[in-house]
Nanobody, 123 residues
Framework: VQLQASGGGLAQAGDSLRLSCTVT????????VAWFRQFPGKERECVAA????????YYADFAEGRFTISRDNAEATITLQMNNLKPEDTALYFC?????????????????WGQGTQVTVSS
């Protein structure tokens, strides 16, 4: 299973970025997926997660109302639309595929990870 993330980069506060992740080697439509982020020296935290059917979602408090997770099972892609970015959103962002069908915010439920894409937001 390979996950390839893209879309990170430099942004200013208030800008938007769209992260994408392409999954190969696994039938995506049976599994939940998510985006995590990691600050230097910290454990990864779940930003948003979505179940296999694309109906149920989880958002971290900081993401609620600003970020939107979506998926396209046919194209095997996962997307994170990030609006109204803040400097505190600066982090390394990872896409992940779950071992479960539903959405989950727990790190241990995700055995498959992308390589990470850096998001840097300036004030």
């Amino acid at each position: 299973v390979q996950l390839q993330a893209s879309g990170g980069g430099l942004a200013q506060a208030g800008d938007s970025l769209r992260l994408s992740c392409t999954v190969t080697g696994r039938t995506l439509n049976r599994y939940g997926v998510a985006w995590f982020r990691q600050f230097p020296g910290k454990e990864r935290e779940c930003v948003a997660a979505i179940g296999w059917h694309g109906i149920t979602r989880y958002y971290a408090d900081f993401a609620e109302g600003r970020f939107t997770i979506s998926r396209d099972n046919a194209e095997a892609t996962i997307t994170l639309q990030m609006n109204n970015l803040k400097p505190e959103d600066t982090a390394l962002y990872f896409c992940a595929v779950s071992r479960l069908s539903g959405h989950s915010k727990f790190l241990d439920d995700y055995p498959y990870w992308g390589q990470g894409t850096q998001v840097t937001v300036s004030s």
